[in-house]
């Protein structure tokens, strides 16, 4: 079947702008996750879903950074007034479910600040 | 001092040679261990899956964990040229953060295997 898909699979915005990026989990697939990549850091941990609800918001790195679900499917990460610092690649997760299932990623949103 | 630690390489091997690749870690709570690969400009795939410790084999990859020196390891034998990836490790535990069960990465290993 389909894997994790995202987009826009590159965007490239101005300092100040907002955005907005989209995940579609693999069918069936309960639990959704974002990480974020950058050189030097690794991929970090924003925030899960389980269904249409966060229990861990916790990676978020500032108030900036927000993020929906929708019939606990399509979930969109959503930066507002950007900063150069936030240019990474944003990568979605998804499992069948809570719990220790293995995480299937999609191929990432690559964010250029300018 | 971070939780997960991967030496970054790079690691460069010629084809056919066994690849030894690892990462130690701090937290003890720590249960579900990954291996992911990476290519340029793509999302990482899953590789291997272990609970716990002990040793995991699919083909050409085996995954040891041994939990007590807090050490987990990725072999790859008969390595070919598209072997040639970043490799991640990444880790769980049941009721780790909050019961997220997110995944806290190593920084990944580069490896390129030489034809």
């Known amino acids: 079947g389909a894997g994790v898909s995202q987009s826009p699979s590159n965007k490239v915005t101005e300092k100040g702008k907002d955005v907005e990026l989209r995940c579609d989990p693999i069918?069936?697939?309960?639990?959704l996750y974002w990480y974020r990549q950058s050189l030097g850091q690794g991929l970090e941990f924003l925030i899960y879903f389980q269904g249409n609800s966060a229990p861990d918001k916790s990676g978020l790195p500032s108030d900036r950074f927000s993020a929906e679900r929708t019939g606990g499917s399509v979930s969109t990460l959503t930066i507002q007034r950007t900063q150069q610092e936030d240019s990474a690649v944003y990568l979605c997760a998804s499992s069948l479910a809570w719990g220790p299932y293995e995480q299937y990623f999609g191929p990432g949103t690559r964010l250029t600040v300018t | 001092q971070k939780e997960v630690e991967q030496d970054p390489g790079p690691l460069s091997v010629p084809e056919g040679a066994i690849v030894s690749l690892n990462c130690t870690y701090s937290?003890?709570?720590?249960?579900?261990f990954m291996w992911y690969r990476q290519y340029s400009r793509k999302g990482p795939e899953l590789l291997m899956y272990?609970?716990?410790?002990g040793n995991k084999e699919d083909g050409r990859f085996t995954a040891q964990v041994d939990k007590s020196s807090k050490y987990i390891s990725l072999f790859i034998r008969d390595s070919q040229p598209s072997d040639s990836a970043t490799y991640l490790c990444?880790?769980?535990?049941?009721?780790?953060?909050?019961?997220?069960?997110?995944?806290?990465f190593g920084t990944g290993t580069l490896l390129a295997v030489q034809p």
């Open positions: 272990t609970y716990s410790s």
């Open positions: 990444a880790m769980s535990g049941e009721g780790y953060g909050g019961a997220t069960n997110k995944l806290i």
């Open positions: 937290n003890s709570a720590f249960q579900y």
């Open positions: 069918s069936g697939h309960t639990a």
